[in-house]
């Protein structure tokens, strides 16, 4: 059976500015796939919004932001530098500014096979239908995930609901890969938050009549999903390195989310350690990692 695959907005997005270091790989591996129809990319039409919406912010206009912050910071160190250092500084400064045309290339070259995929003729577009209007509403009442804590969280919300429609007339296995841990995810990233999971199981339960088991499945790493799909897709070494950059930002332990911020604080144990502190639910969490 062909699997149905669905790419959240934020994991595109990184794939564009190469957040995960190895977003070529993956970008011509997902390509394969979709040619090959060994896939079906089903794409709620609120994540092609959402892509068009931040494609130019967040995608093309990062980079030279990100450069010239940096360039900018690089030129001051040069005032604490003696006259050798300084002119070496100084060269790799230029360096870098003779290829920001370079960079840019890249970027807009992952932007187009981003784009290739999403308006793909293989590729499902959901629209927005009443009754996942009407269920987001709902959800958003009860205070259940995607929503919480006040957070407008409608988008995330049209997209899950719109794809658990669409999986009920499917037998096929369906994949739901996001970065987006604090809206979607239970705390340690392996499955849908329970409220969601719940759902999920409500709808098999009502299906039970009609021979059809929803399958759908979720992935922080969108790598781990390719090799599910098919086996030694992704190179290991690049599976581990976007689970390292997954972990690197720093989930809160007790709510998921990524509004942390770190800070060294006095430890119950002795001595200063790392604190990671939630802005989502004003949490403190001490990783126990010691002050050297």
Known sequence: ?????????????????????????????????????????VLPIVIIDEWNRNKE?????????????????????????????????????????????????????????????????????????????????????????????????????????SLIEYMKGQKNQSYFISDNKEDFANLNGSDFHEDLRELIDQVNIQLETQVINLQLDFYLNIATALNDIKENLISIETEKSIQEKINDQNYCPNCGSTQTFGAWGRSSYGGLTWWINCKSCRGSYDTGEFFD
């Open 57 to 161: 912010e967040k995608v093309l206009n990062k980079l030279n932001k990100s450069l010239r912050a940096k360039i900018r910071n690089f030129n001051d160190i040069q005032n604490y530098l003696d006259s050798s250092d300084a002119l070496l500084l100084k060269g790799l400064i230029d360096s870098v500014t003779e290829k920001q045309d370079y960079f840019n290339q890249g970027v807009n070259e992952r932007v187009l096979k981003i784009e290739h995929l999403l308006y793909h003729s293989h590729t499902e577009v959901l629209p927005i239908i009443d009754d996942v209007k009407n269920q987001s509403v709902e959800h958003a009442l009860n205070n259940k995930k995607p929503f919480a804590r006040n957070k407008n969280s409608m988008g995330d919300s049209l997209i899950i609901f």
């Open 1 to 41: 059976m062909v699997a149905r695959v669905t790419i959240d907005t934020c994991t595109w997005i990184n794939l564009a500015t190469d957040f995960y270091g190895n977003s070529n790989e993956i970008l011509e591996k997902l390509n394969e796939l979709v040619e090959s129809r060994k896939i079906i990319l």
